[in-house]
C-alpha cells in the first residue's frame, strides 16, 4: 500500500523556467491538495482538489502557478516562469473523504531555483 | 489576523520535563482539530486527533475549548526523539489549515 507519492524529490530550475510537480495519492483517495514551506516557516495552503475539479484555490497565487488532477493520473503543481521566491518545499496530502485523520502527506519535492 | 496561530518557540527543555503547546483559531465554525509533527526536512505527520473531552495518548495529551477557540498539546516526561516542529491543525469544509508550528528541543 504505498503512500502519497510525490516526484520529483527534489527539483532545480533555472530562473523563467517551468516546473512541475507530481502528486499521486493513496489508493483510493480522491481528494488532493497542495501546500507550500518555506525555509523555516510553517505550511501554507495553496489548492484543494478532486478528480477533475478545483475546490479551493485560495491559497495559490494569481499568476504564473496552476494545478490539476486529470481523471487519469497524478495531479500536478505547475509554476511557470519561476523566481527565486519560488524555491521551497513543496508538499501534498490526500485524503478519502476530504480533511479528517485520513490526511496522509507525501514526501514533498524541493524545488530550488538558481 | 492568521487563522491558525501557535508561538513558535522555541523550546529547549531536559529529557523528563513537561511541555506544553498553545494555539488559537480563528473561524469558530471550525469542525475538527489535530496535532502533527513535524521532523526536519520531513512531511507532518499526524501525532493525535483532539476532542472536545480531551484526549491521551501515552505521555501526550490534547485539549480544546471550543468557547475560546483554543487548542493545546502537553508532552510529559518528554524524550530526546520527541524533538520535532509541533503543527496544530484546524480543519473545516474538507481543508485543513495549518499553523506555523512550534519547534521543541529536548536535550540530554
Known amino acids: 500500500n504505498a503512500g502519497v507519492m510525490q516526484n520529483p524529490r527534489h527539483l532545480v530550475r533555472r530562473r523563467g523556467q517551468e516546473a512541475r510537480l507530481r502528486c499521486s495519492p493513496m489508493?483510493?483517495?480522491?481528494?488532493v491538495y497542495w501546500y507550500r514551506q518555506l525555509p523555516e516557516e510553517g505550511l501554507k495552503f495553496m489548492v484543494y482538489l478532486q478528480k477533475e475539479n478545483i475546490i479551493d484555490e485560495s491559497g495559490m497565487p494569481k499568476e504564473r502557478f496552476s494545478a490539476e488532477f486529470p481523471k487519469e493520473g497524478p495531479s500536478i503543481l505547475r509554476i511557470q516562469q519561476v523566481v527565486r521566491g519560488d524555491s521551497a518545499a513543496y508538499f501534498c496530502?490526500?485524503?478519502?473523504?476530504?480533511?479528517?485523520?485520513?490526511?496522509?502527506f507525501g514526501s514533498g519535492t524541493r524545488l530550488t531555483v538558481v | 489576523r492568521k487563522e491558525v496561530e501557535q508561538d513558535p518557540g522555541p523550546f529547549n527543555v531536559p529529557e523528563g520535563a513537561t511541555v506544553a503547546f498553545n494555539c488559537t483559531y480563528s473561524n469558530s465554525a471550525s469542525q475538527s482539530f489535530f496535532w502533527y509533527r513535524q521532523d526536519c526536512r520531513k512531511e507532518p505527520k499526524l501525532l493525535m486527533s483532539?476532542?472536545?473531552s480531551g484526549n491521551e495518548d501515552g505521555r501526550f495529551t490534547a485539549q480544546l475549548n471550543r468557547a475560546s477557540q483554543y487548542i493545546s498539546l502537553l508532552i510529559r516526561d518528554s524524550k530526546l526523539s520527541d524533538s520535532a516542529t509541533y503543527l496544530c491543525v484546524v480543519s473545516n469544509n474538507n481543508d485543513m489549515r495549518f499553523g506555523a508550528g512550534t519547534r521543541l528541543t529536548v536535550k540530554p
Open positions: 496530502a490526500s485524503s478519502p473523504s476530504g480533511g479528517g485523520a485520513g490526511y496522509t
Open positions: 483532539v476532542y472536545s
Open positions: 489508493k483510493g483517495h480522491s481528494h
